[in-house]
């Protein structure tokens, strides 16, 4: 019995020495861009981002200009994540989403979810 069990306890401890445990990929973690202006520069498609800014205009359904005072982007903003509260241009909002930047495409960001911080 104590065999079983010492093969058991050793068994346990290979397994976990092989466990790898997960990086944190989030805004930060690798020098990604935290402005418009390093994502225009350099974008990289499917890469997450939190910016903090402003809508300055609708260009058309669902798809609006914002800017973080470093240079401006076009979003896209599903109807149903838009915040309850009426926003303008001055209003002041963080906004979480993917970069879509595809070839030869001006790059975008796919808004995944919304926050007013100042109406």
Do not use: W
Not at 57 to 64: V, W
Not at 69 to 84: F, H, N, Q, S, Y
Not at 90 to 119: C, L, W, Y
């Amino acid at each position: 019995m104590k065999t079983i069990i010492h093969s058991l306890l050793i068994a346990g401890a290979i397994c976990l020495s092989s466990i790898t445990f997960a990086d944190y990929t989030g805004p930060g973690a690798s020098g990604e861009p935290t402005s418009v202006a390093a994502i225009n520069k350099t974008p990289k498609d499917d890469m997450y981002v939190v910016l903090e800014g402003k809508l300055l205009k609708k260009k058309k359904h669902e798809t609006y200009i914002f800017s973080d005072g470093t240079g401006e982007i076009p979003v896209e903003i599903d109807d149903r994540l838009m915040p309850a509260q009426n926003i303008n241009e001055n209003s002041v909002v963080e906004i979480r989403g993917e970069v879509d930047a595809g070839v030869m495409e001006t790059p975008e960001i796919d808004v995944k979810e919304i926050r007013v911080i100042k109406p």
